[in-house]
């Protein structure tokens, strides 16, 4: 009885308040930079059922144009050498945020963004002449396989520059503070995946494309 007691509150003793939240910090280290590798991995499943989608369709020509009939390689190569290079001046960013050397960072950022917006233009390019020759999308199987993955690609590198302008404003107003470094790194990662996504269609799109 007097150990029941001793664990109940005495009358007229202070009692705590009861707290129905947590106002700590709880986000776990690289909770974010993992959670982030979950959503690529997702990303990953969207395109290799595109790729398997084009696989099918790709030689479905409907009596229309061929691949090796509408495909212009040396374009896409410097395309892709445009995407390759913003690769590049993205880890040179990366330097220069993890040196704390925030102008320098943001500058490129910038020449990526442009290399990005290059990719983009050549892109659209293709595929306006790809139309105005009557080779759209409607035509034949190919043409359909191929604009869905093509276009859901540079529908992703139109996301990552808006992504990109998005954290240059929160840089400029904010600086280098832990949570902008943290979705600099997301921002890396998803970059990079998009430049390995686009060597495969490159090389499983446009170049096996123009074989026999």
């Known amino acids: 009885m007097s150990e029941i007691s001793t664990m109940l509150p005495m009358a007229g003793a202070p009692t705590q308040p009861l707290e129905f939240h947590v106002t700590s910090e709880t986000h776990p280290p690289n909770g974010t930079l993992l959670g982030f590798w979950v959503y690529l991995m997702s990303d990953c499943l ?3 059922c595109l790729f398997a989608a084009y696989g099918v369709l790709g030689r479905q020509f409907a009596g229309g144009p061929t691949a090796a009939e509408v495909l212009e390689i040396p374009t ?3 395309n892709t050498a445009l ?3 913003s690769s590049i001046t993205y880890g040179f960013a990366v330097l220069e945020m993890q040196r704390d050397r925030q102008s320098p960072m943001l500058g490129w950022l910038v020449v990526t963004g ?3 917006l290059g990719f983009l233009t050549i892109e659209l390019r293709e595929f306006a002449h790809l139309i105005s020759i009557g080779a759209g999308p409607q035509r034949s199987a190919f043409l359909s396989s191929f604009f869905t993955l093509v276009g859901t690609h540079g529908l992703h590198v139109t996301t990552g520059i808006l992504w990109m302008i998005v954290l240059i404003i ?3 107003k904010k600086g280098l503070i ?3 470094k943290r979705r600099l790194m997301c921002l890396s990662m998803f970059w990079h995946f998009l430049d390995v996504v686009w060597v495969g269609v490159f090389s499983f799109v446009y170049l096996m494309g123009v074989l026999p």
């Open 76 to 78: 896409v190569a410097l």
């Open 178 to 180: 832990t949570a902008n």
């Open 46 to 48: 969207v395109f290799a």
């Open 83 to 85: 995407l390759l290079l």
């Open 170 to 172: 929160q840089v400029l």
């Open 114 to 116: 442009l290399l990005g």
